[in-house]
């Protein structure tokens, strides 16, 4: 486009330099030329070298240099899309990096409430076992307990039999004999049974 524009500059000024070139005949023909006056041929070979400097110019000066800035420009438009699509990955990024952060939050949450469930649920077994070593504990003594009455209830029972014995034996004057003794235990067991 800027070549097609430099191209129809050189031939717009082309008319313009005949223009000025016919106007230098006239004016010469009818007055003597003077040091500013335009001569025709020095006009001629200046028009032409004019062109031919516009033509290489053209050729080897604007060529290269359009080409440069071409080149250029599309330098910048791909560090411009570069950019673009730097900061479309950036946003991308950073959306990511949201979505994680949420995530790890929404997870820390979880681990936190699991953690309280974990230990609402320790503490209840805590509590359990203890009511558990608790009972057993009281049924341990109760029945230590019911064995030492029964201990203690044993004891009596031949502390009383050997004192009724000693009695007997006293009152009777004489020694009793194992199969007494025998007799009077259960005569005595009897009893207490009924009694009790």
Do not use: C
Request: proline letters at 4%; hydrophobic letters at 50%.
């Amino acid at each position: 486009m800027r070549r097609i524009a430099i191209s129809a500059t050189s031939l717009a000024l082309l008319p313009l330099l005949a223009r000025v070139a016919l106007a230098a005949d006239e004016a010469h023909a009818e007055a003597p030329p003077g040091l500013m006056d335009p001569v025709i041929p020095t006009m001629i070979w200046a028009i032409g070298i004019f062109i031919t400097v516009l033509l290489l110019l053209r050729k080897l000066a604007w060529g290269p240099l359009l080409k440069a800035l071409d080149e250029r420009e599309a330098k910048i438009r791909a560090s411009l899309e570069a950019a673009d699509r730097m900061r479309a990955e950036q946003e991308k990024f950073q959306s990511e990096q949201e979505r994680l952060f949420a995530e790890a939050r929404k997870e820390a949450t979880e681990i936190v409430a699991e953690g309280k469930r974990d230990a609402e649920a320790v503490k209840a077994k805590i509590v359990e076992d203890a009511k558990t070593q608790s009972e057993a504990l009281k049924d341990r003594a109760i029945s230590e307990i019911d064995r030492a009455k029964d201990l203690a209830v044993v004891e009596i029972h031949q502390r009383a039999v050997g004192l009724s014995i000693s009695i007997a034996e006293k009152l009777l004057g004489h020694a009793v004999t194992a199969p007494d003794q025998e007799k009077l235990v259960q005569q005595a067991i009897a009893q207490y049974e009924k009694q009790n």
